[in-house]
């Protein structure tokens, strides 16, 4: 065992030891799991193979490398495990603010591993994106320095390089950058694959597919590299929840590094200071500086159309009082298994907007505070907003979530006969839906058993009985009382409604609250409010408890 850690990722570790308000809770996690690895693990860093690859550094426009980027170069490129000599930390997970160079530093890393001082024989660096210009991006900045007048009859000796790839001459390995399209992914032989702005997966099929590149070269690697986005539950939300477990000893780490510089907490946006904590490379980077400061000036006096302020800058998931729903933090706590419920009181909530395009329902149990739910929706493929969908729908219907409708539109038979399903497993007391929406589906629900005016088991809402409920939904958001089980659609679903305070123009009470959608095109709303419809009836249930009553007993 060895605590002998290297000069540059010593720097590092006590940078952030010595300063706990400049750097956020990941990283002071991060520098005491690495001390401990040190401690604890036969791992040694090859300081001559480091110190080569930073002295690529020159080539460069930034000449020198900031403080972090040395510590994470020297724990992913050039920390083995004694016994074997593979990598450490073979995968990197950056997640940083943007404007900290992380395309720079790809391109630095990459160059890194094609160069005469990695002898892996064609050590390739497959650089992937969804866009052709994320994953191009780097490529071109390792363009500009071999093109740079100043070093390319030096570096022609090392390196061959065209518009679309970059080949070290001596191990022949290729940077090269690939996007989604099928083609680009064929033959690949990675020795690295780096994923750029992975904030823009929907789902694992694409990441798959570019890892299968690995594993035909020793030392394989992957780099993660990414800011915050939009796009909520998937690879990335998944790799931060990871990683707060590697960091926290909840789960080994397998191997990734994660590197989480994002701000604490919203509040501490009011302090430039804190800045740092998203975006390590700040004190170095004036300009860079003096830009976010105007940005910070704009947010705050319009915080819904400058989101990106905090989304990318400060590395969290904006959101508005005025627009979201709730926090995400607490649509992800809904994802709890739901017990067995047969034979339990339900209410059943019901939305679509056109049976052309999607449609939801939802059975409510509730039990004391905490409510439980089950959702299924459908999609009709002939939908003109099918191509906007930024969903993986196809996994979705898969596991049950979801039903494809492959036909001119979603056949009221269909919504009504899973409610008549639901109703042999749970006690249905009442369904409600939308007074405006009625008249297409009741003819197929009064078939089983759901009338309005003949069996009266039917409520019709209006948006003023929604309005009642939203301080209700609001509290149970808050004490997390939704269970909804693991339902990655209404997840999305919710996290594409907003909250729109009403007024006289809109024909209602100033003052309240109303649902509505951020996107009415792509970013659909049905499930949740098939859900916030149930909580319109949720009285039916009671506190949902089961009463048992102490019966006298007779004997004959």
Known sequence: MTCNINSHILQYIEMVENDTESYCIEQHELVLLVRSCFETEDIYTDSVQLNKYLGLVKYFPFEQLFPWEEFCTALHLTTYWTVDKTPRWPDLFLFIGRGAGKDGFIAFESTCLISPYNPIPKYDVDICANAEEQAMRPVNDILEVLDDTKFTAKLKKFFYW???????????????????????????????????????????????????????????RQLYATTNGDVRDGPLDDMLKTSKQILQGVVPDNGMLPFICRLDNKKLAADK????????????????????????????????????????????????????????????????????????????????SMVTDFASAVVHFRIKDIRYDIAH?????????????????????????????????????????????????????????????????????????????????????????????????????????????DNPLLRWATNNTKLVRSSRNLGSDTGNLFYAKIDGQSRKTDPFMALAHAMCIEDELGTGEIVTCDMPVYSY
């Open 273 to 352: 200071t804190k800045w740092q904590q998203a975006n390590p490379s700040l004190p170095y980077l004036p300009v860079l500086m003096g830009e976010i400061e105007k940005e910070f000036i704009d947010w705050q006096s319009n915080p819904i159309a400058n989101a990106d302020f905090m989304t990318k800058r400060m590395n969290l998931p904006e959101g508005s009082k005025d627009v979201e729903v709730t926090a995400w933090e607490n649509i992800l706590a809904t994802n709890k298994p739901v017990p067995d419920m047969d034979g339990r009181s339900a209410v059943v909530g019901i939305d679509y």
């Open 377 to 485: 929706s459908w999609l009709c493929l002939a939908s003109k907003d099918l191509h906007r969908l930024k969903i993986p729908y196809r996994e979705w219907a898969e596991i049950g979530l979801l039903t494809l409708v492959d036909d001119v539109e979603i056949n009221p038979d269909l919504i009504a006969n899973w409610v008549a399903d639901q109703a042999l497993k749970y006690d249905i007391q009442k369904l409600v839906l939308d007074n405006f929406r009625y008249a297409l589906l009741a003819n197929s629900l009064a078939k089983v058993g759901f009338s309005f005016t003949e069996y009266k088991n039917v409520k019709l809402v209006r948006p003023s009985d929604i309005m009642k409920v939203v301080p209700i939904i609001d509290r149970c958001f808050v004490n997390q009382w939704f269970i909804w089980g």
């Open 162 to 220: 065209t518009k679309e790839k970059i080949v070290g001459l001596k191990y022949r390995g290729i940077i090269k950058g690939r996007t989604n399209a099928p083609g680009s992914k064929d033959g690949m032989r990675s020795g690295m694959v780096v994923f750029n702005e992975i904030h823009g997966y929907l789902n694992y099929a694409n990441i798959k597919v570019f890892r299968t590149g690995l594993g035909k070269k020793p030392h394989p």
